[in-house]
Nanobody, 123 residues
Framework: VQLVESGGGLVQAGGSLRLSCAVSGGTLSSYTMGWFRQPPGKEREFVAASHWSGGPAYYADSVKGRFTISRDNAKNTVYLQMGGLKPEDTAVYYC?????????????????WGQGTQVTVSS
């Protein structure tokens, strides 16, 4: 499956952005989808995951209550709605796919990755 992220950009602190991840070469409803991010100079970290069955989403504590992951299976697209953005949210954001997987926070569970989209939050 191929993944292409979009929607990144420059935003002021407190603002909002919606990232999209378009899925091709597979059916979204068969995949657990995750969002990860890599801040400058740091390791990649988990952000959010959406189980393939449509069960409850799973979030990192750092984004809980501010970010929402959602999916539109008809459009084969996953979204990450980000609100209350902070400078520490600045990172390259990646989507990832795991066929019929758990909504895992662990990178190695996901076998397909997008190229990433840059999000920069200014103070």
């Amino acid at each position: 499956v191929q993944l292409v992220e979009s929607g990144g950009g420059l935003v002021q602190a407190g603002g909002s952005l919606r990232l999209s991840c378009a899925v091709s070469g597979g059916t979204l409803s068969s995949y657990t989808m995750g969002w990860f991010r890599q801040p400058p100079g740091k390791e990649r970290e988990f952000v959010a995951a959406s189980h393939w069955s449509g069960g409850p989403a799973y979030y990192a504590d750092s984004v809980k209550g501010r970010f929402t992951i959602s999916r539109d299976n008809a459009k084969n697209t996953v979204y990450l709605q980000m609100g209350g953005l902070k400078p520490e949210d600045t990172a390259v954001y990646y989507c990832a796919a795991d066929p019929y997987g758990l909504a895992s926070p662990h990178e190695h569970e996901y076998n397909s990755w997008g190229q990433g989209t840059q999000v920069t939050v200014s103070s």
